[in-house]
């Protein structure tokens, strides 16, 4: 079972910014394709970001954070980052990590096998 960890969550105003992490300790991270999901309260898990195993040189992100939020990985410290700039009130969510052992990116959470436990991040208007 890979265990993932999520930190960095917090209250920032609008316009703010956030970095979550995603630590694992799991020796094969790098073989992992990784994903960050959000849920906000009364709506479904949706898809915030992907990006693809080994080196990550593919990723894939929501039209509702393309060009705000950025995802990255250091397989070395087995962590996958989310850059969170010009945050908005709607970001508000529960934000989860995820890992999907396959080359292909995807946007769908039942095709990740592993989740974290997710970090709350809270945007003030």
């Known amino acids: 079972q890979v265990q993932l960890v999520e930190s960095g969550g917090g209250l920032v105003q609008a316009g703010g910014s956030l970095r979550l992490s995603c630590a694992s300790s799991e020796r094969t991270f790098s073989r992992y394709a990784m994903g960050w999901f959000r849920q906000a309260p009364g709506k479904e898990r949706e898809f915030v970001a992907a990006i693809r195993r080994w080196s990550g040189g593919s990723t894939y992100y929501a039209d509702s954070v393309k060009g705000r939020f950025t995802i990255s990985r250091d397989n070395s410290k087995n962590t996958v980052y989310l850059q969170m700039n010009s945050l908005k009130p709607e970001d508000t969510a529960v934000y989860y990590c995820?890992?999907?052992?396959?080359?292909?990116?995807?946007?769908?959470?039942?095709?990740?096998?592993?989740w974290g436990q997710g970090t709350q991040v809270t945007v003030s208007s």
């Open positions: 995820a890992a999907r052992s396959s080359l292909v990116l995807s946007s769908i959470a039942n095709e990740y096998e592993h």
